[in-house]
């Protein structure tokens, strides 16, 4: 392991220690659900990249599956509740496992993307979300993820400008964004190894102020000087009512229409999925299982206390 991810490794066994003042764990993603708090910030975007994922896997027949980077199990769990397979997931850190065999149950094993400790094609598909912008080495990434994997590989990465990722190279900052991704990233697997590859964008910029005004976070300026100050001050009120009232129907509303806007139309977009394909005939054009936004929501977990842990 290189002294980079050695050093991504504490940070991320620190950052999945972290608990509130009651004990409650602080959650990398929305386990507790819409409302509940304690968990990172942008909820609608990270449920508009949960929903691209199921979405993907909505088209794929398979019977297991293996989520690497997968934090505190999240989104293996969401897999198992909504297509009834095996699931295991794994990352980098020893924490991350922890709480995925604490707070889901899940078989979680730590393990360095750079070498996957799991026989060639062990599981039908393997998903990698939000990972691959911190490791050291791309391709050799994606090389244990595409051997793990017998018939796909359903991955999602941020789509950030050039400048973004220079600045984090030269800040030296464990687990940041060090890689640009676009589009036609992974097009040489096309060349060298024959797979299919389906691309879709998603996580529009502009509706990330409408999803953090239905979070009540705060705004950054530059989202605030997106639109004049009397939409904002409108907008702002609005969603204050939408979010005592209608929050979860607001966020499905959200996340579908992200979906079809991105589409549908060309603007810019904060994220990418790819699924590529080893073996064509596991994905079919129509859902073999149909997805909705409100059902993704709607999977909870009970607050979980971490206070007085080792």
């Not at 800040?171 to 640009?180: E, M």
Request: net charge positive.
């Amino acid at each position: 392991m290189d002294n980079y991810t050695e050093e991504t490794k504490k940070w991320l066994d620190d950052r999945f220690k972290m608990y509130n003042k009651d004990g409650v764990y602080f959650a990398h993603q929305p386990i507790y659900g819409f409302g509940i708090g304690n968990h990172e910030p942008y909820i609608v975007t990270r449920y508009i990249r949960t929903y691209q994922i199921m979405k993907a896997l909505s088209h794929l027949k398979f019977s297991s599956l293996l989520d690497v980077g997968g934090a505190e199990g999240y989104q293996a769990y969401l897999a198992s509740q909504l297509f009834k397979v095996r699931v295991e997931c794994c990352d980098l850190s020893e924490e991350a496992c922890k709480r995925a065999k604490e707070i889901f149950n899940l078989k979680a094993i730590p393990a360095d993307i750079h070498n996957l400790p799991f026989k060639n094609n062990e599981f039908d598909v393997v998903t990698c979300s939000e990972t691959l912008e911190h490791v050291t080495d791309v391709k050799k990434a994606m090389n244990n993820l595409l051997k793990v994997a017998k018939k796909a590989v359903v991955i999602t990465v941020p789509h950030e400008s050039q400048e973004m990722i220079e600045n984090n190279i030269k800040q030296g900052s464990p687990h940041a964004h060090i890689h640009k991704f676009e589009v036609n990233s992974f097009d040489y697997l096309k060349q060298e190894n024959k797979y299919q590859i389906l691309v879709k964008r998603m996580n529009i910029q502009k509706l990330a102020l409408f999803s953090y005004l239905l979070e009540g976070g705060e705004l950054t300026e530059e989202l605030k000087n997106q639109v004049p100050n009397i939409l904002f001050n409108f907008g702002k009120l609005s969603f204050v009512i939408l979010r005592k009232f209608f929050v979860k129907p607001t966020a499905a509303f959200l996340i579908q229409l992200d979906h079809y806007l991105c589409n549908h139309f060309k603007t810019y977009y904060g994220g990418i999925v790819f699924i590529i394909l080893k073996d064509v005939k596991s994905y079919s054009k129509k859902e073999v299982k149909k997805i909705s936004a409100m059902e993704i929501q709607n999977i909870t977990v009970p607050l979980y206390y971490l206070k007085n842990k080792d």
